[in-house]
């Protein structure tokens, strides 16, 4: 395939993917409701299955090596789609746990961002960078659409035929990628990954990136509902942050063509930090669209920005175990994020103290991503 019609697949591929990852927000409130299920369940669900997604990258990773991420593609965006058709039956708290943590984790961390970058590393080699922040506007795409469906539908047909639809979507776009998709040669099989040394500032940025972007993502519904937001209208928080990073990933693909993805990664920190003081510092529910907006524009374009620079000089029959790493801090990250967020919220029932923790995060990343200046050479002069 051409590197569009790669990019294309990419972008249908991650629309599901985190469509349906991160359309959970969106449903913690109608579903504590629907199903009975408590608020801290939900809380530990969504902590239990970025855990999950992040431990199970290794075997991800060295899946990606043996099999081809087109077939690790496949099965992940399956599982996370079946988890959506499962969530409609299911009856007990312990199921519902279950079903969330083990089909929806497993399955996004099989059809999420690792196994993307793969795809098209393995195709345009050190090429990756525009093709993958393209492909990335699937991200968005998919928080767009997806919690806009979901709150759409709640009202009319339940929360239990909205899981089911949105599953159902997942499916059929999956067995169209299944159609369209080559399967990827893989030349041989390496007996281990390559070395990450050189790169552990920007795991570090990447790892303090996440602590933040999932709690943000999920909670925000959460956090409007609680200044008195409708439930409806909290949920589409999640698409005025899909559309914003839409709009950035788009730009940034662009920008690549003339600037390094350290320098855009330091602007979207910077506005990063903005948009969490906003959240901190600015009372009243309506500031929450402009938290929203600038928070989602600065936020997401960093993934494909941070694998550009973590996929540079890999060899491609190996970048899935040598990348695994990278997600594996990158979700454990964010599982601890979820938790800490969430012992915040119990105590002072708000969840602006950790968007305050959030702004330290993005000042440390955005100095660790800094190009690192070469130190001056002094021309000496001797005389004899």
């Known amino acids: 395939m051409r590197r569009e019609q790669i990019a294309w697949a990419g972008l249908a591929a991650m629309t599901v993917s985190f469509g ?5 927000g969106v449903f913690f409130a109608p579903t504590a409701a629907s199903y009975g299920v408590s608020a801290t369940a939900l809380a530990l669900a ?15 990773g060295g899946l990606l090596d ?4 087109k077939r690790v593609l496949i099965g992940g965006l399956t599982l996370i789609s079946a988890s959506y058709l499962v969530l409609a039956v299911v009856r007990t708290t312990w199921e519902f746990l279950t079903v969330y943590v083990l089909l929806g984790g497993i399955g996004f961390a099989s059809s999420s961002t690792l196994t993307v970058t793969t795809l098209i590393g393995r195709t345009l080699a050190n090429q990756v960078g525009p093709a993958l922040t393209r492909a ?3 991200i968005n795409l998919g928080q767009l659409t997806a919690p806009w469906v979901a709150t759409a539908l709640f009202e009319p047909v339940g929360v239990r035929v909205t899981y089911a639809l949105l599953g159902g979507v997942g499916l059929v776009v999956t067995g169209v990628l299944w159609w369209v998709l ?3 040669h893989i030349a041989g099989v390496a007996r281990r990954a390559e070395s990450l040394a050189g790169r ?9 990136h996440s602590a933040t972007l999932y709690v943000v993502i999920l909670m925000l519904p959460e956090h409007a509902v609680e200044t008195d937001w409708s439930i409806a209208a909290a949920g589409r928080l999640v698409a005025v942050a899909a559309l914003a990073a839409g709009l950035t990933s788009a730009a940034m693909a662009r920008l690549q063509r003339w600037y390094r993805p350290e320098v855009l990664l330091q602007i979207l920190y910077g506005m990063r930090i903005v948009a969490l003081a906003l959240a901190v510092c600015v009372p009243g529910p309506s500031v929450l669209i402009a938290v929203a907006a600038v928070f989602g524009a600065a936020s997401f374009p960093v993934i494909p920005l941070t694998m550009a620079i973590m996929s540079r000089g890999l060899d491609p029959a190996r970048m899935g175990r040598t990348l695994a790493p990278a997600w594996v801090i990158h979700q454990l990250a964010a599982a601890a994020g979820l938790a800490v967020a969430s012992g915040i919220h119990a105590r002072t029932d708000s969840y602006r103290g950790y968007f305050a923790l959030g702004m330290a995060f993005s000042i440390a990343a955005a100095r660790l991503v800094a190009p ?3 130190p001056r050479t002094e021309l000496v002069i001797s005389t004899a």
């Open 182 to 184: 080559p399967v990827d």
């Open 46 to 60: 969504a902590a239990l299955g970025t855990t999950v997604t992040g431990l199970a990258q290794p075997l991800v």
């Open 20 to 24: 349906l990852n991160f359309s959970v």
């Open 136 to 138: 990335a506007v699937g």
């Open 66 to 69: 043996r099999v081809g991420a």
């Open 200 to 208: 552990g500032r920007v795991l570090i940025s990447f790892g303090l």
């Open 372 to 374: 690192v200046r070469k």
